[in-house]
């Protein structure tokens, strides 16, 4: 289909000069760690019953389990089931196995966002990836009316294009359908119409319908601000079923993001039913944001090999960046209002500044254990889930090492947590460190 071509691309694809997507995003394209070597294992088919790819639980294990086999060093899956007992969860059950063996896994939160608990992959020892933008905008100039308005915006339309006297819609005064929110458009009142999406809350200039006259492709806009935004698809916490640990872990790059694609497959829409055919492809979703994660992880890994899987994602999360390039607090790209960590969790992934984190909250595999003790699963589910019935749930507790808190609060007026973490330095030299409660503001 393109999506395993996508997202392989991304994480250790090799460098390509004068790539874009029908003259949008044109340049050099690289992977994040293109001296990584990939290896792809097939674990969605087609269905003819609901024309649809969908995955069986046995193959995503197979799967993983032949990547362990294989000898992996990361493992970046760009799917999710819907959130289940973590004994019933399979990307929890191999992930497990795949901790370990030192394999590092990490997973795509989800596409169900804005709204809360529609987390997938919220197992512990996973790094779940939300998705954000870039400071890239695909640049159009559109002429409306008789052609003395232009409006500049984003497009992604493969081709310059004239028409006269066809209807525009946008859904002024509904934030859900000037969002292009398909579960809120009804098809009659956009049938035959070029829709506006509006992302950047400048609904002004669209206030009535009106007839579109011209569509020229402007390429792409750099340093666009502010960015990163949390993307509005993002899946957000709390995880429904382990809301005592912080998901999402990271934001990564996941909006429109140009990589490879299967140039036998048609991808760009232009009429009913005529595809145009592409190497690349600008794709958005979490499945995006994943490969992004496990490229750094890899670069990571190469430069500090005795770091944990915890240790990574702890080296990400602690160095993330929560300020846009404006100055700010990231925004939610839905409300334009500043995100909160359950939409970004440590904050928008920042490489260079992790391959150096100072210190590092690390994790074991009993940890893990003494977490689903703690979680009330019993030891048959316990085995399930780690592959072994050598253990004891003497320290049983929900209070991991994790580099993120979250207190629950159950409409009570008064609450105290306490929280215990232990941290190691893995800089070079000793150091000394203050620590400093940032109040939340309402």
């Not at 289909?1 to 790539?19: D, E, I, K, L």
């Not at 003819?48 to 294989?70: C, F, K, N, R």
């Not at 979680?375 to 085995?383: F, K, P, R, V």
């Not at 947590?417 to 203050?434: G, K, P």
Request: negative net charge; hydrophobic residues 40%; aromatic residues 10%.
């Amino acid at each position: 289909m393109g999506h395993g071509t996508h997202t392989s691309s991304t994480a250790a694809g090799s460098r390509v000069q004068n790539a874009d997507y029908f003259g949008y995003a044109e340049g050099t394209a690289t992977g994040i760690a293109p001296s990584a070597r990939i290896a792809m294992y097939k674990v969605l088919f087609y269905s003819e019953d609901s024309d649809a790819y969908d995955a069986a639980a046995t193959d995503v294990l197979a799967g993983m389990d032949q990547a362990i086999e294989d000898g992996v060093d990361i493992m970046s899956l760009s799917l999710g089931f819907i959130e289940t007992p973590f004994f019933e969860n399979p990307i929890a059950i191999g992930a497990f196995a795949a901790l370990k063996k030192g394999i590092f896994v990490t997973c795509s939160a989800g596409n169900a966002g804005p709204h809360g608990y529609t987390m997938l992959n919220g197992a512990p020892w996973l790094t779940t990836v939300g998705a954000g933008t870039i400071d890239r905008e695909l640049g159009a100039h559109v002429t409306l009316g008789e052609g003395d308005i232009t409006v500049t915006g984003i497009s992604m339309y493969p081709e310059n294009l004239f028409v006269s006297r066809i209807p525009l819609y946008f859904g002024h005064g509904n934030r859900s359908k000037e969002l292009c929110d398909w579960n809120s458009l009804d098809s009659q009142d956009v049938a035959g119409k070029f829709v506006f999406c509006d992302y950047d809350n400048e609904s002004s200039v669209f206030q009535s319908e009106t007839d579109m006259y011209g569509l020229d492709i402007a390429g792409a806009i750099f340093s666009t601000k502010p960015a990163p935004k949390v993307a509005y698809f993002s899946s957000r916490g709390p995880d429904r079923r382990s809301p005592w640990i912080l998901k999402p872990d990271i934001l990564a790059p996941g909006y429109l993001i140009l990589a490879a694609w299967v140039p036998n497959r048609g991808f760009a829409p232009i009429r009913d039913d005529d595809y145009l055919l592409t190497d690349y492809a600008l794709v958005s979703g979490t499945s995006m944001s994943c490969p992004h994660t496990a490229g750094v992880a890899a670069l990571l890994k190469a430069t500090h090999r005795d770091w944990s899987s915890a240790a990574i994602r702890s080296a990400m999360m602690t160095t993330a960046d929560v300020t846009d390039n404006a100055n700010g607090r990231i925004i939610d790209m839905t409300t334009a209002v500043a995100g909160t960590p359950l939409d970004f969790g440590g904050g928008h992934l920042n490489p260079n500044k992790a391959m150096d984190p100072g210190l590092v909250y690390d994790i074991e595999v009993e940890d893990y254990i003494n977490y689903l003790c703690a979680l009330n699963y019993t030891s048959q589910q316990i085995q399930i889930i780690t592959g072994t019935s050598n253990f004891s749930c003497k320290y049983a507790s929900l209070d991991l090492n994790y580099p993120s808190f979250i207190v629950i609060l159950n409409k009570t007026n008064s609450t105290t947590s306490t929280f215990r973490r232990v941290l190691l330095n893995v800089a070079d030299t000793a150091s000394i460190y203050n620590a400093v409660v940032e109040a939340l503001r309402a």
